[in-house]
Nanobody, 123 residues
Framework: QVDLVESGGGSVQAGGSLTLSCRAS?????MGWFRQAPGKEPEGLAI???????TYANAVKGRFAVSRDNGGNMVTLQLNSVVPEDSATYYC????????????????????RGQGTQVIVSS
């Protein structure tokens, strides 16, 4: 059982920035972020392996940045140049035993996930 807790959500104006953080109860091989807007399917955003390798969805590449601490149980998502379409509930996900290339992260299919934190972008 791995617990994940997100923080940092809130309201931001279009063009602004926001930082989301997630702390896991134990070190994980793969950690990542996905989001879900009302009435839409989960959308994977970014993943990062324990060795620092990252992969981004095309929708956020160049605007969002994922990072994690050396201890392996905290991951951060930096949101830059946000647009109203970025409004959603953002979730942190993680895998204890599986490396990122084997994770179906594009659909937010992580074994462990947090409760989510809401991001609202106003125009």
């Amino acid at each position: 059982q791995v617990d994940l807790v997100e923080s940092g959500g809130g309201s931001v104006q279009a063009g602004g920035s926001l930082t989301l953080s997630c702390r896991a109860s134990r070190s994980l091989l793969c950690m990542g972020w996905f989001r879900q807007a009302p009435g839409k399917e989960p959308e994977g955003l970014a993943i990062i392996d324990d060795d620092g390798d990252t992969t981004y969805a095309n929708a956020v590449k160049g605007r969002f940045a994922v990072s994690r601490d050396n201890g392996g149980n905290m991951v951060t998502l930096q949101l830059n140049s946000v647009v109203p379409e970025d409004s959603a509930t953002y979730y942190c996900g993680g895998e204890r035993w599986v490396r990122c290339p084997l994770v179906r992260w594009t659909k937010g299919e992580f074994t462990s996930r947090g409760q989510g934190t809401q991001v609202i972008v106003s125009s």
